[in-house]
């Protein structure tokens, strides 16, 4: 579970601003996603990424943007922070060829 | 479309019972089911997992069953105790029209485990 971590752990914001949330990786693993989880939703995919400089939408992308310049990190920024942005975000990865995914230990973001 | 649904919402047991999650998908095509245990506070954890050329997996208390005619699949924990308290969720796998797998969750289950 040490191998991946996000920061911060905890970000209040206020409407309008840019934020950006950190994961990070020792694994080495290919596949990198970020979800949000919000009360009667389960886990929503935002944004994954196959490897470095590849990156594709997941179900509810609107409003976030993704880069992977590195394998081991897979920030994900808010360019305007909305109040329906308020959240928990978890990081996740998997190694290429496996199914088996690992979350990072999320970011409770609150927009305020 | 892609759907993974999940019942029930919430289950009370009392310790020492078994409890059984139940989820439903949509894609014939999918082939991995995990689920997920998620401690108050915590990161979703794998606790087991099935693929599509299985119909059952054991390990200790927990068991996965998968009936691919019905697109159905199922958790099961037997002897369950308080430390069982967490929201369960279960995935499936989905290809998407690029050619990958992503996982889709249900809406979890909140299962309460009483002394």
């Known amino acids: 579970d040490a191998g991946i971590t996000q920061s911060p752990r905890y970000k209040i914001t206020e409407t309008g601003r840019q934020v950006t949330l950190m994961c990070h990786q020792t694994w080495s693993h290919s596949y990198m996603f970020w979800y949000r989880q919000d009360l009667g939703h389960g886990l929503r995919l935002i944004y994954y990424?196959?490897?470095?400089?590849?990156?594709d939408k997941g179900e509810v992308p609107d409003g976030y943007v993704v880069s992977r310049s590195k394998t081991e990190n897979f920030p994900l920024t808010l360019e305007s922070a909305t109040r329906s942005q308020t959240s928990v975000y978890f990081c996740a990865s998997r190694a290429g060829v496996r199914y088996e995914q690992y979350f990072g230990p999320g970011t409770r973001l609150t927009v305020t | 479309g892609e759907n993974v649904e999940q019942h029930p919402s919430t289950l009370s047991v009392q310790e020492g019972d078994s409890a059984v999650i139940k989820c439903t998908y949509s894609?014939?095509?999918?082939?991995?089911f995990p689920w997920y245990k998620q401690e108050l506070g915590k990161r979703p954890q794998l606790i087991i997992d099935i693929r599509s050329n299985v119909g059952e997996k054991k390990d200790q208390r927990i068991a996965v069953t998968l009936n691919k005619t019905a697109k159905h699949f199922s958790l099961h924990i037997t002897e369950t105790q308080p430390e069982d308290s967490a929201v369960y969720f279960c995935a499936a796998s989905i290809q998407s029209n690029t050619g990958f797998q992503k996982l889709v969750f249900g809406t979890g289950t909140r299962l309460l485990v009483s002394p």
């Open positions: 990424s196959a490897a470095a400089d590849i990156t």
């Open positions: 894609d014939s095509a999918s082939n991995y």
